[in-house]
């Protein structure tokens, strides 16, 4: 198993990060996503519990389902198909208030194969870097 843990102060209230980082189609704001786009809604809010995520990075495919949604704090996801194929247990999203804005930490907890085990952590944390930087970057502007 590869855990990656991405941590990034985001300058903007702890509402305004939440909904950028739930909404996935903003994660396409870095060259690294190349199309991120809603396939079913969730329960409660497009992003919410059940919605489903299909997302084209640099580094594969993945089709995600959301699994826990508790705005402003929190939301897990999990990929339920992905190429390279993976396993994946746990992918979470936590929010913090802190002086300056907030804290984002990122979570991916996976079992890839060993052609790509060596170079999963570095790229998966590189891809959750730019992404959080994007969202910096984005609400900063507003």
Do not use: Q
Not at 2 to 30: G, M
Not at 61 to 89: G, I, L, M, N, Q
Not at 90 to 117: C, D, H, K, Q, Y
Not at 121 to 129: A, D, N, S
């Amino acid at each position: 198993m590869v855990t990656v843990k991405v941590e990034r102060v985001v300058a903007a209230p702890i509402d305004e990060v939440f909904d950028w980082c739930a909404t996935s189609s903003n994660y396409t704001r870095t060259p690294l996503v190349l199309r991120a786009r809603l396939a079913e809604p969730g329960d409660g809010a497009p992003y919410g519990v059940g919605a489903v995520r299909l997302h084209t990075w640099a580094i594969g495919w993945f089709k995600e389902r959301v699994t826990a949604y508790h705005p402003p704090h929190d939301f897990d996801y999990v990929v339920d198909r992905s190429f390279p194929p993976a396993r994946h247990k746990l992918g979470r999203m936590t929010f913090t208030e802190v002086p300056g804005g907030t804290r984002v930490v990122w979570t991916s907890i996976v079992e890839v194969p060993f052609p790509i085990r060596p170079l999963a952590r570095t790229l998966i944390t590189y891809v959750f870097g730019k992404i959080l930087d994007a969202a910096d970057a984005d609400l900063a502007e507003r």
